[in-house]
């Protein structure tokens, strides 16, 4: 009999052909696009991203041509609770979060995969841009062949368990090469552009977005510098982050820089650029994929946000639930709430959430 696999289809090109992949490799395929989105009919009516109800028609018009079962399966309630409020939370606690790795940790292998289980499931697949295989008895995931695609970066948290169970066919494509398949067997979303947007906040405005949800708790304050001298006014913690030039709102003749941002007196710090290079964070809620922990310290290239560049670093373990992360060089913006991910040449190591920056 067919292994049978789950995959989650987003409506874009990436699931389209993982789905068809998997069907050419002889699998049960079963598509499933996961309905998280709030009930609002702005967001729903959105024409882009991956949880608006376009979306949802073009991953039933893929199951269709594609000829395998299709559902839509409501897991609003648990995105919500896991994704969206840590999210605001957070914000307001003068940090900037990543929704995409609570989506991955909680929702995407978690409860998705709790759900294919059920359906009889053997396993669940994404359109993630990364490879999964086994080595001497183990799980592993390394970057993608495609490293502009490579989405490594918000896999960190998965589980030995997790990545037995996940296929994630992308990872050996180039996303030209997917593109190109795509159309060749006739998906109209083979041309579909990407969503970068965070898929819950329709106009990407993160910080009107949470004004919206908690009005009482957005509240402005100072602008400081670093002795604490008043420079103006700003709009609310949540509109800013660190590094952040544009957008301040205020102008002083020069470029200035969000240095800092203090919850506890409501203050948004500004400096030069040089202010916002650091050496040092200390990192919690780790997860490591080729080891249950590290306790020596070890050498990585570490990335501290999705976008940069993988940096020379050592991992020190401060018992068994930190690590301090010292870095060969300097490097901008290393931000609480961001995700510090750990990198053995292509092989991803782990990974935390960036707790302080010494």
């Not at 995105?79 to 929702?107: R, S």
């Amino acid at each position: 009999m067919n292994k049978k696999v789950v995959v989650g289809m987003s409506g874009g090109v990436d699931s389209s052909v993982t789905a068809y992949l998997l069907k050419e490799q002889g699998y049960d395929v079963i598509g499933i696009t996961m309905q998280v989105w709030p009930e609002d009919e702005e967001f729903q009516d959105r024409e882009n991203g991956c949880c608006s109800l376009s979306s949802v028609e073009d991953a039933r018009r893929v199951a269709y041509k594609l000829q395998i079962p299709f559902y839509v399966i409501n897991f609003k309630d648990i995105f919500k609770e896991k994704v969206i409020e840590p999210f605001i939370d957070e914000y307001l606690k003068g940090q900037t979060p990543n929704p995409c790795i609570a989506c991955n940790k909680y929702i995407k292998f978690d409860a998705f995969l709790k759900k294919a289980k059920e359906l009889g499931a053997d396993y669940v697949s994404t359109g993630h841009y990364s490879t999964i295989y086994k080595e001497n008895g183990r799980y592993l995931i390394k970057k993608s062949e495609d490293d502009k695609k490579d989405q490594t970066y918000v896999l960190y948290n998965m589980t030995q368990y997790q990545l037995e169970h996940t296929l994630m066919p992308c990872g050996t494509y180039k996303k030209d090469r997917i593109r190109e398949i795509a159309k060749e067997i006739g998906l109209n979303v083979h041309n579909k552009k990407d969503s970068e947007e965070i898929c819950f906040i329709p106009d990407n405005d993160h910080g009107s977005y949470i004004k919206r949800e908690r009005p009482q708790s957005v509240k402005e304050g100072n602008f400081v510098d670093d002795t604490g001298n008043i420079l103006g006014k700003h709009k609310g913690l949540v509109y800013y982050t660190i590094g952040q030039r544009k957008g301040l709102g205020i102008a002083f003749g020069k470029p200035v820089f969000v240095k800092d941002i203090k919850a506890l007196t409501n203050e948004v710090v500004l400096g030069n650029e040089e202010g916002i290079f650091k050496k040092e964070l200390i990192a919690g809620n780790l997860n490591f994929i080729p080891f249950d922990k590290i306790e020596e310290p070890i050498k990585v290239q570490a990335k501290i946000r999705y976008a940069s560049k993988p940096t020379e670093a050592m991992v020190y373990p401060l018992g068994e639930e930190k690590v301090r992360v010292v870095f060969e060089k300097p490097v901008r913006a290393i931000t609480k709430g961001q995700s510090v991910v750990f990198y053995n040449d292509d092989l991803l190591l782990g990974g935390g959430i960036i707790e302080n920056i010494l």
